[in-house]
Structure formats: C-alpha cells, structure tokens
C-alpha cells in the first residue's frame, strides 16, 4: 500500500501529465482526480488546490534544475565545457521531468506576475544571468568567436533545447546525453563539413 508521501508524489506526477497536455486553465481538479483514479473530494487531503499542485511541480523542477546547474556553473570549468555541461543538464532534466518542462513553457510567462509564482521571473533572470555570463566569459577568453552576438547565441540554445520537451520521450532512440552531444557538435562545430 502506498503511503501519504508516495501517493502524493503519484498525484503529482498525474497532475503534471494532465496540465502538460491540456493546459493549467482547462484542467480541472476532477480531471485530475480522474486521472489518478481518484475522487476530486480525495485530492483535495493532499492537495488544497490546483494551484498549489502546480506550484509545486513548478519549484520542483526548478529547484532541482537549478541544483544542478548551480553544480555545473561553480565547478571551475571552462566556457566551451560550461555551455556542454549545461547542455546536457538542460536535456537530463527534460527526460526526468518532460511534463514539468513543457508546463514551465507554456505557463511561466502568464504566472510569474502572481505573488505565488514570483520565483518564475527570478529564475528566469538567473537563467539568462548564468547563460549570457558563460557566452561574454567565452568571448573574453577567445574560447567563442568575437563576432558572437552572445544574446541572440542565449536565445538560440535556449529555445532549441528547452523545445525539445515538446518531441522528447524518456526511453527513446536516444538517450538525454547522446541528444545532448548532437546538439552541441550542431552548435560549437557546425553542420558543414571543413576542408
């Protein structure tokens, strides 16, 4: 039998699947009950709202997110190796929480201008703090070109990889760091062959 913390975290799980395919709006609390196989009445013992579900999928993804890219950015590495690192991190978290991902996607920018969802916007900020610092450090260091328009290069990576959410499956072809590598030999190498 699962105990309260496990069934918890199963209704969380449910919910995230829920609110990635139709929406934080059009979901509702019984959608969601019906989901994990539940009573609407019986979700709300672990949960008093919708809202505070999706919060903590939200913060829960972005903590551990942040966790591991806090890792990445205070280990001493290189640029080239900080934007890899942060690559793959970036397509490790999309196979552990791809419901989480595409919910932060589709929601963040309409919730961060509520009180509660207020870390949306600051995550938001360090995010680009720590990608644009890693671009501007490789330019610096001469490891990325001196033409580099590093805020376009931050909304490039940004967008290519936090997108493949949208087509991503755990258990695929292949795995987090094989698509990871993919993508980086595309943007630090290029897809044209040299002579």
């Known amino acids: 039998m699962n ?9 969380l799980a449910t919910a995230a699947e829920v609110f990635a395919a139709q929406g934080y709006r059009a979901t509702t609390v019984r959608r969601i009950a019906d989901a994990a196989g539940m009573l609407a009445g019986s979700l709300y013992y672990h949960f008093d709202s919708k809202e505070s579900m999706l919060d903590e999928i939200l913060s829960g993804f972005l903590n551990e997110l942040w966790a591991r890219y806090d890792a990445v950015l205070g280990s001493g590495l290189g640029p080239r190796e900080t934007i890899e690192a942060l690559v793959t991190e970036s397509f490790r978290e999309i196979d552990r929480r791809r419901d989480a991902v595409a919910i932060y996607q589709k929601e ?17 900020v360090k995010f680009e703090k720590a990608w644009l610092g890693t671009l501007e450090r490789g330019v610096a260091e001469r490891a990325f070109r001196a033409d580099l328009d590093v805020r376009l290069t931050y909304r490039f990576l940004r967008d290519t990889v936090w997108v493949a959410a949208s087509w991503y499956r755990p258990g695929g072809q292949h795995s987090p760091e094989e698509i990871a590598r993919q993508y980086l030999s595309m943007v630090l190498e290029g897809i044209t062959l040299r002579e």
């Open 3 to 11: 105990t309260a913390p496990e069934r918890r975290e199963e209704i």
């Open 108 to 124: 963040a920018r309409h919730l961060q201008d509520q009180p509660r969802f207020a870390y949306l916007a600051a995550s938001q």
